[in-house]
């Protein structure tokens, strides 16, 4: 019996030992936690100093409509409870007890009642400020360093969100350009209208802050169950790429809806994206665990070539006629289908011409006092053809088109193009314009089809244009633009230079021994009248180029410009016909008439030239001198029949140089100031720095170990 009795003392006292290690050891742990300060990343503390608090929520299915259970996070404590009591997760609470590196922390896991029921690691993954995954171990009986190792942890594929601020920061969406989709639905084993090719598209951030738009052809062709409008924008609240995927959480426009978009971060031309209705971030390549989401198919849509504005992006127009009207055809084909039914053509719409006093860098700020450096949020340059509004360092580039002759001139209908796939957009402005002020009013910005039948005017006034609600007429921008910037001439690309110039005068004053010449390294063209018929306008007139173009269908030369230094606008027209000849236009709107060819050159322009010796400029050598911010020289080289010589050029009427225009031209040569370069460290100065730097880390390294 006295061996029985040692060996059930041993044992006893053996496991009194391990007893005394556990509750010194977790005594360890609290201790330690309670001196350390072990708690959770400030990050995602429910109570934030002088904000509302936190609410996280987890397990988020249907479109953001249910949520499985809530999380409070207070200091190193997290009590999970169930939203539900009835059908939730039973509620839990984990404790921190220690730190390990500086993510990752070591959890007492309790139930309701406060009994311990093992140890995990826990790691915060935040996918934004409002979005978090959390990575966990398995749970242990024992604390073990080893369970906050790579391999320990696994991530929870639910993600947990912050109600309370969720949807309150956009970001750029990553997925960009435009898109079309075949879409099938996994839960209901169907797909969604993919009988015809371009049924259903998604476009992505064309615009800036624009997001991403489903577009689907009528609303029976969104999914069923689906949140969803025919045409639904949605904008981007957090993204993060882990793996070989991008995931995206998409939210609704007007509403709380919202969705977890998935597909690969290096995506070819064609690809598979997963448009996940529960926020559930499989990273699997085939998704099995979770059923509740939409696969799309996704081709990136081809490039169109600029100007191509009247085209079919649905095979289902290639099985119609024009001019697509009857019973059989829907009442939307013809813009449905718009070049088959022979709602446009080909050759229309064409670009257009802007008003020449519009030329210009237009700004807000009223000058060099006000102005920020770089800041270029409230300012419009204004070209022949095109009007570039900039925003946040970036510019919207619209350019000028019209739809069909006799379209409504209030307003000028401006597009943009895009090289991505992603549709034109539509945008009208309203004008209005003095030597000091550019007044612009723009619409919303719509895609084809901007009217509502084929009646309608395709022009401003069409009612899509035209704001339907209170949420679209906030979209509508006026922007006062009070100064204009220095306008920089550009190359006059003159045809030819030339002396013996014979002026007729629309008033019947005739002029002979005129010189048209480049001047101020050929950006300004200076215009010399020789013996005229009437006294008074003899001498020398300087014009800054603004812009030099050949317009169609004559292949016309036109050179718009300033006068030196009156600014005031002229155009200077070389037809293609006929070599010899050049007209000179005075005013904005009798150059727009020449350009739009409403009305005959003879009838609007100020002067007609006849040139004699005449030489191509092709023939002359080009210049290689730069553009010069002095005086023009006092002669210039002439090109005459088959020799050369040298003519005396005659200063400016004002004797005023370029440079001094004021608000029309700067000299093309103005001084840019270079960054000056960064001093240079001497190499034992910068040895001795990183020695330093070294022994630093090694000492924090030691006292984390300690």
């Not at 406060?114 to 978090?132: E, P």
């Not at 015809?196 to 689907?216: D, K, M, P």
């Not at 290639?318 to 718009?338: E, K, S």
Request: hydrophobic content about 35%.
């Amino acid at each position: 019996m006295l061996p029985m009795s040692r060996t059930f003392r041993w044992s006893d006292g053996i496991q009194s030992i391990l007893c005394s290690c556990v509750v010194v050891c977790v005594a360890f742990d609290w201790i330690a936690a309670s001196v350390d300060g072990c708690e959770f990343p400030s990050e995602v503390q429910t109570l934030v100093p002088h904000q509302t608090p936190r609410s996280w929520h987890g397990q988020i299915r249907d479109q953001f409509t249910s949520f499985a259970f809530q999380l409070e996070i207070s200091g190193g404590v997290i009590r999970q409870t169930p939203t539900d009591s009835r059908a939730g997760p039973a509620p839990v609470t984990r404790r921190c007890l220690r730190v390990l590196g500086h993510d990752r922390y070591l959890v007492a896991n309790e139930d309701a009642d406060g009994n311990r029921h093992g140890y995990s690691c826990m790691r915060f993954l935040m996918r934004s400020a409002d979005v978090m995954q959390v990575s966990a171990s398995n749970v242990s009986r024992v604390v073990d360093d080893g369970l906050c190792s790579d391999d320990a942890l696994r991530s929870d594929r639910w993600l947990n969100v912050d109600k309370t601020r969720l949807g309150t920061n956009r970001i750029r969406c990553p997925l960009e350009g435009g898109f079309t989709l075949n879409v099938f639905d996994k839960l209901r084993q169907r797909g969604v209208c993919d009988a015809w090719n371009g049924e259903i598209r998604l476009e992505g951030e064309c615009t800036h802050n624009e997001g991403l738009v489903f577009l689907f052809r009528t609303q029976s062709c969104v999914p069923e169950g689906m949140f969803m409008y025919a045409t639904q924008p949605t904008h981007c609240i957090a993204a993060w790429t882990e793996g070989s995927y991008t995931f995206t959480i998409v939210r609704h426009e007007l509403h709380d809806y919202s969705w977890l978009l998935r597909f690969p971060t290096e995506a070819p031309d064609s690809f598979s994206t997963y448009l996940f209705k529960d926020l559930f971030a499989d990273t699997r390549h085939h998704v099995t665990e979770n059923l509740n989401y939409l696969r799309l198919d996704t081709s990136r849509d081809p490039a169109r070539p600029p100007g191509d504005l009247c085209y079919d992006d649905y095979e289902r127009c290639t099985h119609m006629t024009a001019p697509c009207v009857g019973r059989i055809y829907p009442a939307q084909a013809p813009l449905t289908c718009p070049l088959k039914c022979g709602l446009c053509r080909r050759s229309s719409p064409v670009r257009c011409r802007l008003s020449p006093d519009w030329i210009g860098k237009w700004d807000s700020d009223g000058g060099g006092g006000g102005r920020t450096h770089g800041n270029r949020s409230n300012s419009v340059t204004v070209n022949g053809s095109a009007m570039i509004v900039h925003s946040h360092h970036a510019g919207h580039h619209m350019q000028c088109f019209r739809w069909q002759e006799g379209s409504n001139n209030d307003s000028v209908m401006l597009v943009t193009e895009y090289a991505n796939g992603c549709r034109p957009r539509y945008t009208c402005a309203r004008v209005q314009a003095t030597a000091s002020h550019l007044n612009v009013t723009f619409s919303k910005t719509v895609t084809w089809p901007f009217v509502q039948n084929r009646t309608e005017p395709l022009d401003c006034a069409a009612s899509g244009f035209k704001a339907r609600n209170g949420l679209e007429a906030n979209v509508t921008r006026t922007l006062l633009l009070h100064w204009r910037t220095t306008q920089h001439p550009v190359a006059c690309h003159l045809p030819f230079r030339m002396s013996g110039v014979d002026v007729f005068f629309r008033n019947g004053t005739t002029c002979s021994g005129g010189r048209l010449a480049d001047a101020r390294g050929r950006k300004a063209v200076e215009f010399t009248l020789g013996d005229c018929s009437r006294t008074g306008i003899v001498g020398s007139y300087e014009f800054a180029c603004l812009e030099s173009t050949r317009f169609q269908p004559d292949d016309d030369l036109v050179i718009i410009a300033r006068t030196v230094p009156s600014a005031d606008v002229h155009c200077l027209v070389f037809p293609f016909a006929d070599d010899a000849t050049f007209h000179l236009i005075q005013g904005s709107d009798l150059c727009q008439s020449a350009i739009l060819r409403t009305a005959a050159l003879e009838s609007v322009h100020l002067l007609r030239g006849t040139l004699s010796g005449i030489v191509p400029r092709s023939t002359a050598a080009p210049s290689t001198e730069a553009p010069s911010s002095t005086a023009p020289s006092t002669s210039a080289s002439v090109v005459t029949t088959g020799r050369s010589i040298d003519l005396p050029i005659p200063s400016a009427s004002a004797g005023t140089p370029l440079a001094e225009e004021g608000n029309a031209t700067v000299s093309s040569t103005a001084q840019v100031p270079t960054a000056a370069p960064p001093p240079t460290q001497h190499p034992i100065v910068v040895g001795f720095a990183a020695f330093l730097f070294a022994i630093v880390q090694s000492i924090i390294y030691f006292c984390k170990c300690f």
